[in-house]
């Protein structure tokens, strides 16, 4: 999997510093942006799975809204570019105008900042790009979009064929038809997904791919 970039936008290098293990600590790259100048050539240069924007870009001057002004550059963007807002200076005016007015995803004030509840959003908001580097006849790319990213980066492309397969419902000896292969081989295919998710059924490896169940540590290695 290519790596995947969260924006910070934020002049404070203590908040930087927060934001940037949040950030890693869910599984992404941080990129900084200190002033409104480096944010517009930040959101140029790369695409992101998320934005982290400060309202104020400026310790000096509260009353600075830099931070408005990147908000409405990317809701101009044609690609949609979640986005958190985040604060020292929090009115209700402005939230209803980040919220509603700028479609950003949630608003958080730095005062009473919960860290815990801002990585969970992080998480939730985050568009991760999966990268699909093969075409492939037997899963359909609606069907890898919902797949979670782990799983892309520990199957091979036949296990992620077999995988597909038994989420439609599919035997092992219907599964071998499709592939061309023997009934054996799918079994192995199959008893190597388990393996990979520390599951023994059909419907706990499917459930885990797409994320339907609590994630599991899928420390294997390939």
Do not use: C
Request: no cysteine; proline share 2%; glycine share 4%.
């Amino acid at each position: 999997m290519a790596e995947q970039f969260i924006l910070i936008i934020e002049d404070d290098p203590t908040w930087q510093d927060i934001f940037s293990e949040i950030v890693g600590d869910a599984g992404f790259k941080p990129r900084v942006a200190a002033t409104y100048r480096e944010a517009l050539t930040a959101l140029t240069a790369h695409k992101y799975a998320l934005a982290i924007v400060d309202m104020s870009l400026s310790e000096l001057y509260y009353n600075d809204r830099d931070g408005l002004k990147v908000l409405k550059k990317i809701a101009a963007l044609s690609e949609t570019l979640p986005t958190i807002v985040v604060t020292g200076y929090a009115t209700v005016e402005l939230a209803i105008e980040t919220l509603v007015e700028l479609n950003a995803v949630n608003f958080f004030r730095k005062e009473d900042f919960d860290r815990r509840k801002f990585a969970h959003t992080v998480k939730k908001e985050a568009v991760v790009k999966k990268q699909v580097v093969w075409q492939n006849a037997h899963i359909p790319a609606s069907f890898l979009q919902k797949v979670e990213p782990e799983v892309v980066g520990k199957l091979s492309e036949r296990e992620l064929e077999v995988l597909y397969l038994l989420s439609q419902g599919q035997t092992n000896k219907q599964i071998a038809a499709e592939l061309t292969v023997s009934v054996n081989t799918i079994k192995k295919h199959t008893q190597s997904i388990f393996t990979k998710f520390n599951v023994n059924s059909r419907a706990a490896a499917v459930a885990l791919a797409l994320g339907q169940e609590k994630k599991r540590v899928l420390n294997v290695e390939r």
